[in-house]
């Protein structure tokens, strides 16, 4: 380990971090430009052949960027997309950002280090950072943006230069260190450890802006809420957001084992797919699509007496025509993803005459992000990490997410020698209490030390 992440772990102030060399290198998830061709020649392409764990070179700091020692990350599908170079290779990413010049050639490499997740420790600030320095506990939002673009100040998900980072950007969070911009900053909850930090802000600033944020569906007090995979990090975030906003979640799993765990997080009601024959798979015809959905609105209605005001649908192919179907008079689908695939077929009569709505959704906007990291800090929002894995093998849990055999978030360990580290508040943690805080924690008990290392 080097003298910089030594002094990290350590609970060095930031004298001490500044006096500290930046490593030449450093051991991060990548992907090489050379396995693209094999892999997208693979029928049924698997993440393990393609993600590697190995050293890199540092990049160099931009003035409106940080360095952070990355404590702790965790798995998105979107480094699944990565890691199949589907649907579309990454690498053209990095190289459209780098043919901007400037600092963006930086991001246009043979090898791609992948992560849109991560908690840390700032170790160094550009020289035109403001309001953060070295010491600062931090978690990433994953979005970039050009603050120079006139729609960025309405609504940076909107900027067309908007990116995310570790996936349409090169050096990301599944990684000992990496390179953020200021604007991606958010203060860590301190009453949570590196691990909790690290799985929250992708997946639970896109659910917020999906269904709190005046650009989502907006819910509201007695809102019925179907929530497709709601045992995932999208949908156990959502069941939370529902459930804070006053709303009635209903979960959607697929398996009787997920349908206890979505019970233990709180979810009113619970439907199990497989119970009611609408399984998983994909309905061909408008006929199979009607016919799926019906068996799902009848199930909604006989738990709750009425149709879901919001679908909450980032499966996509598989689910969206039933999603449109079930939604209530004058209702919203509102959607971020499409796992399953992206050609959505549905009756658009159901849509027009119904007076239904599609809200399309990405990612969040940095007061989205900010208002979404609040909640967490007042412990109204909790962590699903379920598992956490070292980055050496991260490659195994990227393979979870692909093969859906995951629930929550599934973490892993970059700097940080082992689960439990960087609770700076016991007293809040204690209020909460730990099985709040980890509702789907499986397979090991978190005994949080409440110091940065030890």
């Known amino acids: 380990m080097d003298s910089l992440a030594s002094a990290v772990l350590a609970g060095a102030g930031p004298d001490e971090l500044a006096r500290e060399e930046v490593p030449t290198d450093y051991l991060a998830a990548h992907l090489r430009a050379e396995d693209m061709a ?38 998105n599908y979107n480094t699944v997309w990565s890691a199949t170079f589907a649907p579309v290779p990454t690498f053209r990413f990095l190289q459209r ?11 246009d490499l043979p090898y791609h280090v992948v992560g849109s997740d991560a908690a840390g420790v700032i170790v160094r600030v550009g020289e035109g950072v403001r309001r953060w320095r070295a010491g600062d506990h931090v978690v990433a939002s994953c979005v970039q943006v050009d603050d120079q673009e006139p729609a960025s100040h309405a609504d940076a998900m909107l900027g067309g230069d908007q990116r995310i980072w570790g996936y349409e950007t090169n050096f990301g969070g599944l990684a ?35 269904l709190i944020s005046e650009r989502g569906a907006r819910v509201k007090l007695g809102d019925v809420v179907l929530i497709w ?5 999208l949908g156990a975030f959502a069941v939370q957001l529902v459930k804070q906003a006053g709303g009635i979640p209903v979960g959607v799993v697929s398996s009787g084992a997920k349908a206890g765990l979505l019970r233990g997080l709180g979810c009113d009601v619970v439907i199990n797919r497989e119970e009611i024959g609408i399984g998983g798979e994909i309905p061909r015809t408008p006929e199979r699509t009607v016919e799926l959905g019906d068996r799902l609105g009848r199930a909604v209605r006989a ?27 004058g209702g919203t689908v509102v959607t971020c993803g499409s796992s399953t695939g992206y050609q959505h077929h549905y009756d658009n009569r159901s849509l027009w005459t119904n007076l239904k709505r599609i ?32 980055l050496e ?5 990227a393979r979870l997410v692909q093969t859906n055999q995951h629930i929550g978030k599934v973490g892993v360990l970059c700097l940080a020698p082992r689960t439990g580290l960087g609770v700076t508040d016991t007293q809040l943690r204690a209020r909460i209490g730990e099985d709040r805080i980890n509702p789907l924690r499986t ?11 030890g």
């Not at 190995?54 to 702790?72: H, I, N, Q, S, T």
């Not at 397979?443 to 290392?453: F, I, K």
């Open 443 to 453: 397979g090991e008990t978190v005994t949080p030390t409440p110091v940065l290392a």
């Open 38 to 75: 094999g892999v997208l020649a693979t029928p049924d392409p698997d993440v393990r052949d393609s993600l590697r764990v190995g050293r890199v070179p540092m990049p160099a700091l931009a003035p409106d960027e940080v360095l952070v020692a990355v404590m702790a990350s965790s798995i």
């Open 359 to 390: 809200v399309g959704s990405h990612a969040a906007n940095l007061q989205e992000q900010w208002e979404c990291n609040r909640l967490f800090q007042l412990g109204l929002l909790n962590p699903v990490v379920s598992t956490v894995h070292p």
């Open 393 to 397: 093998d991260v490659a195994e849990a």
């Open 229 to 233: 995979g709601a045992t995932g990090g």
């Open 303 to 329: 738990a709750v007496g009425e149709d879901p005001h919001i679908v909450f649908d980032f499966v996509g192919e598989a689910t969206f025509g039933l999603s449109v179907h079930v939604v209530r008079r």
């Open 176 to 210: 000992h260190y990496t390179v953020l911009r200021a604007s991606q900053l958010l203060p860590k909850p301190a009453h949570l450890t590196w691990e909790e930090a690290a799985g929250n802000m992708l997946t639970a600033a896109t659910s917020y802006r999906m």
């Open 97 to 107: 950002f780098g043919a901007l010049g400037g600092w963006a050639a930086r991001h």
